[in-house]
């Protein structure tokens, strides 16, 4: 009975503590249920709302009514209708589009001599398993369309099927995932180092005290801010460059757009995973509380929110928003765009605007809450 009351006198004690800790309380009650929701509607292999372009070549009802068929089916969202040969291209590269569908000249002619017409579809192949997906679905639609005209003009033996689907897999023909796998992991491992070493750095120092002595020192926040992150920054990039090689010599990625686009891209997304590295150096006072912090804000959005293995468009409208803090999303559709499909500036413009936009914003922030506990304010 004497060990069961000091037990009890123990549990009592520990349970007022954590009461009083908030962090502990949030940790244990709140947080599953973020990741309850999180994981529950970000993880999600479907794909909905495929991003469809369609050159109609014909104009006629029946050209009309195979795009309505696409657009009824849940699957495929028209996002633009185009008579240019160039616009293919475009929608494309600026992910626009992830799928064009050509309807020939005298697809209703063909249709109602009982020939069999031949329908285009140009699918982005930057994502194999997405890809695939959307190749299944654009044959079951096709398929569906083509038995509805057999069975209307019935007769035995049965003719072949009106309409037949020929698609083109752009940029990644043989559809290897490898290609898709590798541009993700070197966002994956920049940010993971960028942000972790970034943050554990400053404050190892505020846990050893030398931070309190180099306040001391004729030194200002910025050149301390500058000189601690540089060496981070050269081996990120390091990394990612390291990475990239190896990737194109084990695996054949390919290389088909301009060096310096690519390598300037992936200097500002290193300087953004850097800034959160100083955010999470900011907010904690330990390296373990630090660790935390880095791996929330860079490794789960980095996996999950960032195009990287779940597809953003089948998430629910509130995590697609939250898609837009991730920096990782932005470069990873720049990349894909310069390695795989070639794309220039043009096409990318957005995303390197949206990673200097972010990288700006969350360096204020770091630089000013860590200039306030330089000054001890």
Sequence with gaps: MTVLRHVFAVARKEMRQV???????????????????????ALNFDIRDVTLAVQDRDGSPE?????????????????????????????????????????????????????????QAVVNGDNANTAG?????????????????VGEQAAAPPPPPPIVLEPRIWFNPELKSSFFLVLGLIAYIATLIAVVSTA???????????????????????????????????LSFTSVLVVLLAGM??????????????????????????????????????QQAAFQIAALMSVLPTT???????????????????????????????????????????A???DVACLAVFALAVLTLAAVRLRRQWHGT
């Design 249 to 286: 010599w084990l695996f054949g990625l390919p290389m088909r757009g301009s060096w310096v686009l690519l390598l300037g891209t992936t200097v500002l997304f290193l300087v953004a995973a850097l800034a959160m590295g100083l955010m999470a150096s900011s907010l904690a006072d330990t």
């Design 304 to 346: 999950i929110l960032s195009g990287f293995m779940f597809p953003i468009s089948s998430m629910p409208v509130a995590i697609q928003a939250a898609t837009y803090l991730v920096p990782a999303r932005y470069y990873l559709a720049a990349l894909r765009a310069v390695v795989l499909k070639g794309a220039g500036l043009g």
């Design 19 to 41: 009461r009083r800790d908030t962090r502990t309380m949030a940790l244990v009650l709140v947080l599953p249920l973020f990741f309850l929701w999180l994981f529950g509607y």
């Design 63 to 119: 050209s009309r009514a195979l795009v309505a068929a696409f657009v009824e089916s849940g699957y495929f969202s028209l996002v633009e209708t185009t008579h240019d040969e160039a616009a293919i291209r475009r929608v494309i590269d600026r992910n626009a589009a992830r799928a064009v569908l050509v309807i020939p000249a005298d697809f209703a002619t063909d249709l109602r001599n009982g020939r069999s017409v031949s329908v």
């Design 133 to 149: 997906t959307v190749i299944g679905y654009l044959n079951a639609i096709v398929r569906s369309v083509s038995s509805q005209l």
């Design 348 to 350: 990318v413009l957005v």
């Design 200 to 234: 554990l750095s400053i404050v190892r120092e505020k846990e050893r005290g030398t931070f309190e002595q180099i306040r001391m020192a004729p030194l200002g926040t910025m050149s301390y801010v500058v000189g601690k992150v540089l060496p981070y920054l050269a």
